[in-house]
């Protein structure tokens, strides 16, 4: 399909972090400026700049015949790595770097221009147009940015820094500057919150690629090759966003929370292919934060930001889904550098996303309903002299929002029962306080896979340790968790979710792909209607519960079923028993009718005395034929079945129903 790229890059695999396609064979240049046998140049960039800088690079080195890879880092990091060769190059800087760093060398044909603009609360009165204006003002500005720290004056009145303009945003909402200042790629867009607006511009500048010394002898290749874009057009475009690829696939990229094989994942990303099936224009790239593995938002960005930036160049996505808080949260700090432009359908969220208005219109999604006090309404019909319910989340992001959720719908008292809540503590610590609960306490748990110590379980670990050290009774809410000793509840299936965001992220690409302008429908904040109930059967069956006593939409698992489920053909056989049992007896009073037909139509004595001779005796011979073909096969078919339900041995039960079979 045709789309317009420019600097909406955001790129994945499938869980393998790969680099861009490289070549087969090295050439005598490669070799002559050390260049590895792929043909690949290892890149560098500042982790906030825009991705129109990866585009015009591998560009300019696929005509060379390279490859590229692009990492990042906070700049002063970042000039550090290409100057002492630990990566090949550095994507973007100002001229004169050299003199500080020398095995950096310039290529001199411009790559951009990088400006920076400066931003104040709303009414602040400030007009701010050179460095020396900031004098006396407290600055924030983006991590270890080197041009910017060398060139705020000495009597500022104080700095903080962040990692991605967003926070900064944040921070000059809540005050804890006076203004904040970022750099700027070739005039890209820049989304600020409501309340903060731009005072100036503080400086603009050509900005230039820089070459490890090593890869000298490429400098004036490269240099060719950004004029030629320049010349034929390609550069112009690229910048304005305006590029255009001619293929016929429509790119999704699903950026996903925890790692793969985790159970609920897994459950989404299983919906989101079952909403993308059958579409063969679709390529679907999925990468996974590992957020329940990394505990801060600063470790699952480092874990997925270089695979997003670098991989898969050539395939910018029409759109994003990203599910759970955690991946939203990363493409709203990075949505400018990242995304810009790109529409995002997000699922599987819970509370409020901080950030979410960096997106702006290009943004739709799902909300989880959390079922707590459905499930605790039915935890009290089912043990009525319930006291104490005790909810159990972790205090991860996904975590506290559930447990705000469902403090929101049950408070400290519900149904007569006294709630209260898990602490951030570890493993040990959570069943000691869940062994001193009352008898008549039960557990309710929602969101929990890592404790205080930081130490990871699984659902059914988590699970089937708790139900394993308790006999108080246990009820769930998260899909995946059912199964391992909890007796049930109203549980959110992400499949559900995923599905839903596929589909709706389906119906936004294609519109963009016939060139219309896409719709995004509204935020869905109320999602019950996409949770069900599920209960194990061998759990209520332990503890005495009645089916009876269930919703009766309810979902069995563990179910046990009869000897009929397991071998309908025993159900037929006893149908065909009773069918013929009627057939005889129907044939029999069909021959008493007709000797009594037969009776009424004689007249004299002699006759019917002859005529009940011979009906006796065809109805003697009928009878002894008719016992023997039905009394040698039914005798084997009831000893058969007989024998079948009084025994649990399956193979023999086969084997007896076989026999029945053949009897009949």
Not at 125 to 135: C, K, P
Not at 413 to 438: C, Q, R, W
Not at 573 to 594: D, E, W
Request: hydrophobic residues 40%.
């Amino acid at each position: 399909m045709k789309r317009p790229i420019g600097s909406l890059i955001a790129v994945t695999t499938a869980v393998c972090f790969l680099v861009a396609p490289s070549l087969a064979y090295a050439t005598d240049e490669q070799e002559s400026t050390g260049l590895d046998s792929r043909g690949t140049l290892n890149f560098i960039i500042n982790i906030d700049e825009s991705t129109v800088i990866d585009r015009i690079l591998y560009h300019a080195l696929e005509r060379l015949g390279y490859s590229i890879t692009m990492d990042a880092a906070p700049m002063t990091y970042a000039i550090q790595m290409a100057n002492s060769g630990e990566r090949d190059a550095l994507a973007s800087q100002t001229a004169g770097l050299e003199r500080m760093f020398p095995n950096l060398v310039m290529v001199p044909e411009q790559l951009g221009e990088v400006s920076f603009p400066v931003f104040a609360r709303v009414g602040s009165g400030l007009s701010l147009d050179s460095w020396d204006d900031l004098s006396g003002l407290s600055v924030g500005h983006v991590y270890q940015k080197t041009h910017i720290m060398n060139h705020l004056p000495s009597d500022i009145a104080g700095s903080v820094q962040y990692e991605t303009f967003s926070e900064l945003n944040s921070a000059l909402a809540a005050g804890e500057c006076d203004v904040i200042i970022t750099s700027r790629t070739m005039d890209s867009d820049l989304v600020t919150l409501e309340g903060i607006e731009q005072v100036g511009n503080l400086e603009s500048l050509p900005s230039y690629t820089y070459l490890n010394k090593r890869f000298e002898a490429l400098v004036p290749e490269i240099a060719r090759c950004l004029a030629e874009m320049k010349a034929d057009g390609t550069y112009d475009s690229i910048i304005k966003g305006t590029w255009q690829q001619d293929d016929d696939k429509i790119n999704v990229l699903h950026i996903s929370s925890y790692y793969p094989d985790d159970t609920w994942d897994a459950r989404v990303k299983e919906g989101v292919m079952s909403g993308l099936k059958g579409e063969e224009s679709i390529t679907y790239y999925n990468i996974p934060l590992y957020s329940n593995r990394f505990r801060t938002d600063y470790e699952q960005a480092k874990n997925a930001y270089y695979s997003i930036r670098t991989t898969v160049l050539t395939n910018p996505p029409d759109v994003v889904i990203v599910s759970d808080n955690s991946a939203l949260s990363l493409v709203c700090n990075y949505y400018g550098s990242l995304f810009s432009g790109i529409p995002v359908v997000a699922c599987d969220l819970n509370g409020e996303i901080k950030g979410l208005w960096e997106l702006g219109d290009n943004f739709t999604g799902l909300w989880e309903t959390i079922p707590a006090e459905k499930t605790s309404q039915v935890i009290k019909e089912l043990f009525p002299d319930t006291t104490d319910l005790f909810v159990i989340n972790d205090y991860t992001e996904d975590g506290i929002a559930w447990r705000e959720g469902i403090e929101l719908s049950l408070g400290n008292e519900f149904e007569g029962m006294k709630v209260t809540y898990s602490e951030n503590v570890g493993h040990d610590e959570l069943h000691a306080t869940i062994n001193s609960l009352p008898e008549t306490a039960a557990v309710l748990v929602g969101c929990y896979t890592t404790d205080a110590d930081g130490l990871y379980y699984t659902p059914s670990e988590f699970d089937g340790m708790l139900t394993s050290h308790t006999s108080l009774p246990v009820f769930g809410m998260m899909y995946g968790r059912i199964g391992n000793g909890e007796v049930g509840g109203m549980y959110i299936d992400p499949e559900q979710h995923g599905f839903t965001a596929a589909q709706t992220a389906l119906g936004i690409a294609e519109a963009i792909a016939r060139g219309e302008e896409p719709f995004l429908p509204e935020p869905d904040y109320d999602t019950a209607e996409k949770n069900y109930w599920i209960f194990d059967e061998q759990v209520i069956t332990a503890r005495g519960i009645d089916k009876n006593d269930l919703p009766a939409d309810a979902v069995f698992i563990n179910h046990k079923p009869t000897l009929i489920e397991t071998n309908p053909v025993a159900l037929a056989l006893g149908a065909t028993m009773i069918v013929g049992l009627l057939i005889f007896i129907i044939l029999i009073q069909r021959k008493n009718h007709s000797l009594s037909e037969a009776q009424k139509n004689l007249h004299t004595a002699e006759e019917l005395r002859e005529a009940a001779d011979s009906a006796s005796e065809a109805k003697s011979r009928f009878l002894s034929n008719m016992s023997h073909e039905i009394r040698t096969p039914m005798n084997a078919i009831i000893g058969m079945t007989k024998i079948s339900l009084e025994s649990d041995d399956l193979q023999r039960i086969k084997k007896n129903l076989g026999s029945v079979e053949a009897s009949s």
